[in-house]
Each structure stands twice: as structure tokens, then as C-alpha cells.
């Protein structure tokens, strides 16, 4: 079989008659099959590996959405179990930015935990993941950095939600019990 490409800066695809004309004209019992443009094969050939990326983009999106909610979840029950402290801290004077301040700041340090054990899993295990990479090294900072601020600014965004809440409990609610009626 005889492949032959033809290196062209107009459409690709106005060529094909002609070349099939000259092609015809030297040699008429030579078949011409399978006219395709660079593009197309090269399209056809990382189709794969495209898809598997894909994929990949797709179950890590569903990862972070998963993780955000376990954030949310596990701070909004740690806030709820600790009405009746933030009704005590409201009424002794506490400003909402305070009550803020001190379950954003609990919320980040869990998550900076959480994220510096993930890079040292992320770490241990860049070997196995290395044949999986293209373009980027293994161990590449670029990535752990961004990687490790976006998942600190989705669990920050997680624990905000509750922490206004709590930042804005009425008091005398708070301190009754009844922790459905105590945001406003």
C-alpha cells in the first residue's frame, strides 16, 4: 500500500480532486482509497486516549462536588452541635464576625490537613501515575500548587455556608434548643 501526503497552506480538502486528477493521469489502474486529512488521523489516533481523559476530567469533577458536600456536611453538623456554644458566645457579646472567623479558621485547618496528606498520598504515588502523563512531570509543583488552592478554596467555600449561619444565631433561640428557628 502506498501512502502519500500531500504538505498544503490551503483547505486540504480542495486538493483532493486534483490529486486524484494527476494521480489518474499518470497511472489509471492505481486505486485511490482512505483520503483523509493529517488532522483527522491524528484525531483518530489519540481518539483513545482522549476519551480516557475524559473521563478521567469527569470523575475528578465528581470527586471535588463529592468532597465539597462531605466538607459542608461535616462542618454544618459540627456547627449544629454547637449551637447552644455560639447562643453563649452571641450573648456574651461576640460579634458575628467572630463566630465567622473561628469556624472559618477551624474549617481551613481541617482542610490543610486534609490537603497535605492528599499531597503526600499525591506524592507517594507519582510513579503509577507517571505513565498516565503527558507533558507534565510526575512531581510537577506547578500542579500541586494549583491542585492543593483550588481544593482549599472549594472546602473554604464548603465551610462558609454553615459559618454564616452560625455567625448570625439569635441568641435567646440559640440557647432554648431549638436550632432549626436560631439563623436568621
Do not use: C, W
Amino acid at each position: 500500500m502506498l501512502t502519500l501526503l500531500l504538505r498544503t497552506n490551503a483547505d486540504p480538502e480542495s486538493l483532493v480532486a486534483p490529486a486524484r486528477h494527476v494521480i489518474q493521469a499518470s497511472d489509471p489502474t492505481v486505486p485511490i482509497s482512505q483520503v483523509s486529512t493529517m488532522e483527522a488521523i491524528v484525531s483518530t489516533s489519540v481518539a483513545r486516549e482522549r476519551f480516557s481523559m475524559m473521563l478521567l476530567v469527569l470523575f475528578a469533577g465528581v470527586a471535588l462536588v463529592l468532597a465539597a458536600v462531605g466538607v459542608y456536611g461535616v462542618i454544618s453538623y459540627g456547627v449544629s452541635q454547637r449551637t447552644a456554644e455560639f447562643g453563649v458566645r452571641a450573648a456574651m457579646g461576640a460579634e458575628p464576625e467572630d463566630v465567622l472567623g473561628l469556624i472559618l479558621k477551624q474549617g481551613a485547618m481541617l482542610a490543610a490537613v486534609g490537603i497535605g496528606l492528599g499531597l503526600l498520598g499525591a506524592g507517594l504515588l507519582s510513579r503509577v501515575m507517571a505513565s498516565q502523563l503527558y507533558g507534565v512531570g510526575a512531581t510537577d509543583p506547578a500542579t500541586y500548587a494549583a491542585v492543593a488552592a483550588a481544593l482549599f478554596a472549594v472546602a473554604l467555600a464548603a465551610v462558609y455556608i454553615p459559618a454564616r449561619r452560625a455567625a448570625h444565631l439569635d441568641p435567646i433561640v440559640a440557647l432554648s434548643g431549638d436550632s432549626r428557628t436560631s439563623a436568621r
